[in-house]
T-cell receptor, first 114, second 114 residues
Framework: DTEVTQTPKHLVMGMTNKKSLKCEQH?????MYWYKQKAKKPPELMFV???????INESVPSRFSPECPNSSLLNLHLHALQPEDSALYLC?????????????FGQGTRLTVV | TQLLEQSPQFLSIQEGENLTVYCNSS?????LQWYRQEPGEGPVLLVT?????EVKKLKRLTFQFGDARKDSSLHITAAQPGDTGLYLC??????????????FGRGTQLTVWP
């Protein structure tokens, strides 16, 4: 099983809403990632969790709040977003700290902020 | 700073033509991965190359890792419309704080016309 599952697939939210994106994997990976991707651009790293601890925050605004409740789950809590935050949000997972790690991506959540 | 330079950025060809996509860096990576992404979906891992000079084949796709592990190429023979998508190379850091971290190129948007 090399599947990373993201929900929801599509999300439309207002600028005053609070919503959460969810990600789940059962590959035993101990590194999980959130990426943001704009149209026709490569994914941009937002956060990295290693062994359920936040190890990298790429200077992401506080209106994005990640959470890793356990080794299989990763959430991204959204609050007071701006229209420019509309993008495809991708979750990925990999083995942690290995030189030849491979990342597996979910299908993404298409987020539209209105 | 873009660690991985990917070229060309856009490629539009007719069915049956051959093409090569390049991924270059001044940094050494422990491994390099190629992904293919379709609109609205997450990137799908195609191949991982690990050893300098390594060549891997996946049907009509041939991947090569440079001898110095700084560059890679993807060659597609007799392209088909189903090959259309965004091709991303990603280098994997091999030491210290970069260990296991993915660094993406900007991507090559390939369109194959019937």
């Amino acid at each position: 099983d090399t599947e990373v599952t993201q929900t929801p697939k599509h999300l439309v939210m207002g600028m005053t809403n609070k919503k959460s994106l969810k990600c789940e994997q059962h590959m035993g990976h101990r590194a999980m990632y959130w990426y943001k991707q704009k149209a026709k651009k490569p994914p941009e790293l937002m956060f990295v969790y290693s062994y359920e601890k936040l190890s990298i925050n790429e200077s992401v605004p506080s209106r994005f709040s990640p959470e890793c409740p356990n080794s299989s789950l990763l959430n991204l809590h959204l609050h007071a977003l701006q229209p420019e935050d509309s993008a495809l949000y991708l979750c990925a997972s990999s083995q942690f700290g290995r030189r030849h790690t491979e990342a597996f991506f979910g299908q993404g959540t298409r987020l539209t902020v209105v | 700073t873009q660690l991985l330079e990917q070229s060309p950025q856009f490629l539009s060809i007719q069915e049956g033509e051959n093409l090569t996509v390049y991924c270059n860096s001044s940094s050494v990576f422990s491994s390099l991965q190629w992904y293919r992404q379709e609109p609205g979906e997450g990137p799908v891992l195609l191949v991982t190359v690990v050893t300098g000079g390594e060549v891997k084949k996946l049907k009509r796709l041939t991947f090569q890792f440079g001898d110095a592990r700084k560059d890679s190429s993807l060659h597609i023979t007799a392209a088909q419309p189903g090959d259309t998508g965004l091709y991303l190379c990603a280098g994997v850091g091999g030491r210290g704080s970069t260990l296991g971290r993915l660094y993406f190129g900007r991507g090559t948007q390939l369109t194959v016309w019937p």
